[in-house]
Nanobody, 116 residues
């Protein structure tokens, strides 16, 4: 039984920055954590993922060079630093954690709005 808590969403101007944070509750071990996003009329898309054992990171092409995912100091926590924001980054951002048998748990989502 786990719960993902997301924070840091809000509004920014194009070119600005926001930092999202996510924490997986409980004591369960997770293999990786990731961020996805979804805007109205579009399917949910992958944004970034980080391995919680090796620390390897993966990014969608659309955010490479602008977003950075990193592990927090606490167990099963991650942050997504979003720089050089664009209006097309506007979406609800969802945190996800994958356990050892590849089951995923999702957060409720946090709104990110980027104005031109």
């Amino acid at each position: 039984q786990v719960q993902l808590a997301e924070s840091g969403g809000g509004s920014a101007q194009a070119g600005g920055s926001l930092r999202l944070s996510c924490a997986a509750g409980g004591t369960k071990t997770y293999l990786s954590m990731a961020w996805f996003r979804q805007s109205p009329g579009k399917e949910r898309e992958f944004v970034a993922r980080i391995s919680l054992n090796g620390g390897a990171t993966y990014y969608a092409e659309a955010v490479k060079g602008r977003f950075t995912i990193s592990r927090g100091n606490a167990k099963n926590t991650v942050s997504l630093q979003m720089n050089s924001l664009k209006p097309e980054d506007t979406a609800v951002y969802f945190c996800a954690a994958r356990d050892e048998i590849l089951l995923d748990v999702w957060g409720q989502g946090t709104q990110v709005t980027v104005s031109s």
